[in-house]
């Protein structure tokens, strides 16, 4: 699928050495409830931000029964034993990490139709921490895809696996992960060594997640929420904030943060992400509180997610580019390494329902590619080819150096240029997804 973007990345055949500029992780997610969607689809998206050169694959996980294993994290000792029964399932693994597990699969589809994308990174406060600290050899996040997606069968239980993880061996960070089937949508917050909880995306409104814990409200009494074990109770001993009652805390002020650091770190992108989704509310982008579930001026396509993941304020008086102009942290940075778009169709058969858009490297100037996830394999040179330095094979340095070497000429090559393409071939891949499920939906057994 890679020869449809020639026209895009013809300048990636010039051979250069680029530095890398380490960075923490640092994620946008933006999730989308059926009702919300143009289609009646659920989508979850991401882009995983880690580094200015630093290759990630896509591959095919096949289905498997073993018997029971146990698996053992190579970076901190996290121990888990597995079920017998795997069942096949994506990923978007580190490349140096490809052949062994601390893989950083970050975002997949089973085959059950579930998916799933972790993770956001968070920061829980110091009274929090000091309460209940992070366990050294807990579940991080390099592990967590390969031990919870392989063996869920709903968006419901991909949650309750992980709760129990959390809650038996401990978590050694604070993360959002979310969930998502073909009917739901559920963005769960770890938010200390053993204490998490888990919010029901409504189905006709939407959300932008920054690096921040967003989860307000918890009622342990109602079914569109779950938590750990004593979550409120625990609350109420520790004298954290955000206690309501003897089934309620609000999870934000109780473990989170809401500092100068998150003013311009974390708010603007959910200012961002809304003025795109919902322009008709007015907002200020220093404004201390954004609403978590917004319902959007108009129902929400493929498109119009990849325009949140992509956006750099684009087209307001803070649009960087790329850059932090103004000290505001934008959505689509320099250290993207891969977006994607998690998305259960509802109007086509469940052998064909899940779809995994990539976009390796910059949103801003890659485009999103649909892949089927009822598979048996993925394209050579995004499962097998792309280290941290250039090559002219991959699937990621092909869009990263599109990137690279557009750059320093915004208004002559990315908006002259790249862009008009971009949005070319991205209408023909919609369009050639559209013919692909009727000849789909023709073979047998489908």
């Known amino acids: 699928m890679i020869n449809r973007f020639k026209c895009l990345v013809g300048l990636a055949t010039f051979g250069m050495v680029m530095g890398t500029v380490s960075s923490a992780s640092a994620c946008t997610t933006v999730l989308v409830g059926k009702k919300a969607s143009s289609d009646g689809s659920t989508m979850i998206a991401r882009n995983e931000d880690v580094d200015t050169a630093w290759a990630k694959h896509y591959v095919f996980h096949a289905a498997n029964s073993n018997g029971p294993t146990q698996y053992v994290s190579k970076d901190n000792h996290f121990t888990v034993d597995l079920p017998a029964d795997q069942q096949r399932y994506t990923s978007t693994p580190d490349w140096q990490q ?9 975002d997949g589809i089973n085959d059950s139709n579930v998916a799933m994308s972790a ?3 968070g920061t829980t406060n110091k009274k929090a921490q000091k309460a209940d600290p992070f366990v050294k050899n807990g579940l991080e996040e390099q592990s967590m895809l390969d031990v919870v997606l392989p063996y869920v069968h709903s968006a419901r239980e991909g949650v309750q696996r992980l709760g129990h993880i959390i809650e038996t061996k401990g978590s050694a960070e604070n993360n959002g992960v979310i969930f998502s089937d073909k009917s739901s949508i559920w963005y769960m917050e770890i938010v200390s060594g053993h204490h998490w909880a888990a919010v029901r995306v409504p189905n006709n409104k939407y959300a932008v997640i920054p690096n921040q814990t967003m989860i307000g409200n918890v009622n342990t009494k ?4 779950m938590a750990s074990k004593n979550l409120v109770s625990f609350v109420k001993k520790h004298d954290l904030n955000g206690y309501v009652d003897g089934h309620q805390v609000n999870l934000a002020k109780a473990f989170g943060t809401n500092n100068k650091e998150d003013a311009t770190y974390n708010r603007p992108r959910v200012w961002d992400g809304q003025r795109i ?3 008709s509310k007015k907002q200020s982008i220093d404004q201390k509180h954004f609403t978590m579930f917004m319902k959007p001026d108009k129902k929400i396509s493929v498109a119009k997610v990849q325009k949140v993941l992509g956006s750099h304020f684009t087209g307001t ?4 580019n790329g850059k932090w102009a103004g000290g505001y942290r934008p959505i689509n940075v320099p250290t993207n390494v891969e977006s994607h778009i998690l998305q259960i169709r509802n109007n086509v058969p469940s052998d064909i329902a899940g779809i995994q858009w990539l976009a390796m490297a910059s949103p801003a100037t890659s485009g999103y590619v649909p892949f089927y996830t009822n ?3 993925t394209p050579a040179n995004y499962q097998r080819k792309g280290t941290d330095k250039p090559d002219n094979d991959s699937a990621y340095w092909t869009y990263k150096m599109t990137r690279v070497l557009t750059d320093p000429y915004k208004n002559k090559l990315i908006n002259k240029d790249v862009l008009p393409v971009q949005k070319k071939v991205q209408k023909h891949l919609d369009q050639n997804l559209t013919k692909s499920d009727k000849q789909a939906e023709s073979l047998p057994g489908c």
């Open 375 to 377: 598979v048996t394999n």
């Open 222 to 225: 109602k079914g569109n929420y």
């Open 277 to 279: 989704l919902t322009p």
């Open 98 to 106: 490809e052949d062994g597990q601390d893989q950083f699969g970050e």
């Open 317 to 320: 008086k803070y649009d960087s």
């Open 119 to 121: 993770t956001e990174s």
